[in-house]
């Protein structure tokens, strides 16, 4: 058997004054218009920030690479005294003793070393 009975009967809320539609809409405008100021500052300040966020970043750059350059200076000073020596007389001749090199008709006599002791 169908049901021919009416659908329910909805409740309607009676119309709005134009006082309350305006006290809607001027929320709704006053809101709009705090978020939009909102969103507003927070970029205008996120903009302002970049240059300086980015002077940190450069600025902990440049700290890594002069501790680098120390380094490197402190490593040319090394290897400059090292050089001046390997060019003098006394260096070029402890270099070749070093590589197995000994005059012509020089007695050479080697040390022994703990490994060749205990065989």
Same mark, same amino acid.
């Given at each position: 058997?169908?049901?021919? #009975?009416?659908?329910?009967?909805?409740?309607?809320?009676? *119309?709005?004054?134009?006082? @309350?539609?305006?006290?809607?809409?001027?929320?709704?405008?006053?809101?709009? /218009?705090?978020?939009?100021?909102?969103?507003?500052?927070?970029?205008?300040?996120?903009?302002?920030?970049?240059?300086?966020?980015?002077?940190? @970043?450069?600025?902990?750059?440049?700290? /890594?690479?002069?501790?680098?350059? @120390?380094?490197?200076?402190?490593?040319?000073?090394?290897?400059?005294?090292?050089?001046?020596?390997?060019? #003098?007389?006394?260096? /070029?001749?402890?270099?070749?003793?070093?590589?197995?090199?000994?005059? *012509?008709?020089?007695?050479?006599?080697?040390?022994?070393?703990? #490994?060749?002791?205990?065989?």
């Amino acid at each position: 058997m169908a049901n021919h #009975s009416k659908p329910p009967h909805k409740t309607v809320s009676p *119309p709005r004054t134009r006082t @309350q539609r305006r006290r809607w809409d001027a929320i709704w405008r006053l809101l709009g /218009i705090s978020l939009g100021v909102s969103l507003g500052l927070f970029l205008y300040v996120r903009w302002l920030s970049l240059p300086w966020s980015l002077g940190v @970043q450069t600025n902990h750059e440049v700290r /890594i690479l002069e501790a680098r350059l @120390q380094g490197l200076h402190a490593e040319n000073v090394s290897l400059s005294k090292r050089r001046s020596y390997l060019k #003098s007389p006394e260096g /070029i001749e402890a270099l070749a003793r070093s590589r197995g090199y000994h005059h *012509p008709g020089e007695q050479v006599y080697l040390e022994p070393t703990p #490994s060749t002791q205990n065989k």
